[in-house]
């Protein structure tokens, strides 16, 4: 267990709404990703963040923005959701041990979009 | 990150090794081999790792050929909780800015039978 909760953990929500999805650690970790997960995709990074304040694209980062205003917490939102949307998320840590970033990841957040 | 072929599912019966193949043929100097595992509805599992020689912990050995172009993941003693979808993954640790992003493929699925 690598101290990663992610809130809510089912949302259902209605197609223009915004959403955002939390996740959090205890641990301070340095670095932290948001990844989604779709039937015949497997998981596809959506943002990453390697600091406070520091945060990148990932793959499938169009309709998605993040935040980390302090090192705990990662916050995922949907400006507008979509059904396109629906999916489970997943968030995940690392840290950096002598070049070597093993990830952890939280239990997922399941997310319809209707 | 070099990309990796797995088989798309395999069977091994309770009690027996599991012996599951990767292929990564264009791996990189600079590239390790992770290996993940997703237990149904569960956020990824983190299992072991290696660069070029053969891994050990107490979920599983890692054997990587001496040209690093292939490698095996073997769960001695299989259990039914072993039954995931398992990923094989290589990716730069030294250099860069990969900040430990991970390029999750299809995976294996394992059925551990009774």
């Known amino acids: 267990d690598a101290g990663i909760t992610q809130s809510p953990r089912h949302k259902v929500t209605e197609t223009g709404t915004p959403v955002t999805l939390r996740c959090h650690q205890t641990?301070?970790?340095?670095?932290m990703y948001w990844y989604r997960q779709d039937p015949g995709h497997g998981l596809r990074l959506i943002h990453y963040?390697?600091?406070?304040?520091?945060?990148d694209k990932g793959e499938v980062s169009d309709g998605y923005s993040v935040s980390r205003s302090k090192t705990e917490d990662f916050l995922l939102t949907l400006e507008s959701a979509t059904s396109s949307q629906t999916s489970v998320y997943f968030c995940?840590?690392?840290?950096?041990?002598?070049?070597?970033?093993?990830?952890?990841f939280g239990p997922g957040t399941r997310l319809t979009v209707t | 990150d070099a990309k990796t072929t797995q088989p798309p599912s395999m069977d091994c019966a309770e009690g027996r090794a599991a012996n599951l193949p990767c292929n990564h043929s264009?791996?990189?100097?600079?590239?390790?081999v992770y290996w993940y595992r997703q237990i149904h509805s569960q956020g990824p599992q983190y299992i072991i790792h290696?660069?070029?020689n053969n891994e050990t912990n107490e979920m599983a050995s890692l054997i990587i050929t001496e040209d690093r172009k292939s490698s095996t993941l073997i769960l001695p003693h299989a259990t039914l909780r072993d039954t995931a979808v398992y990923y094989c993954?290589?990716?730069?640790?030294?250099?860069?800015?990969?900040?430990?992003?991970?390029?999750f493929g299809q995976g294996t699925i394992l059925t551990v039978h009774p």
């Open positions: 993954i290589v990716r730069v640790v030294y250099g860069g800015t990969s900040y430990g992003k991970l390029t």
């Open positions: 963040s390697y600091g406070v304040k520091d945060t």
């Open positions: 264009t791996i990189s100097g600079n590239e390790y």
């Open positions: 290696g660069l070029k």
């Open positions: 995940a840590i690392s840290e950096s041990r002598r070049g070597s970033y093993e990830q952890y």
């Open positions: 641990e301070n970790h340095r670095y």
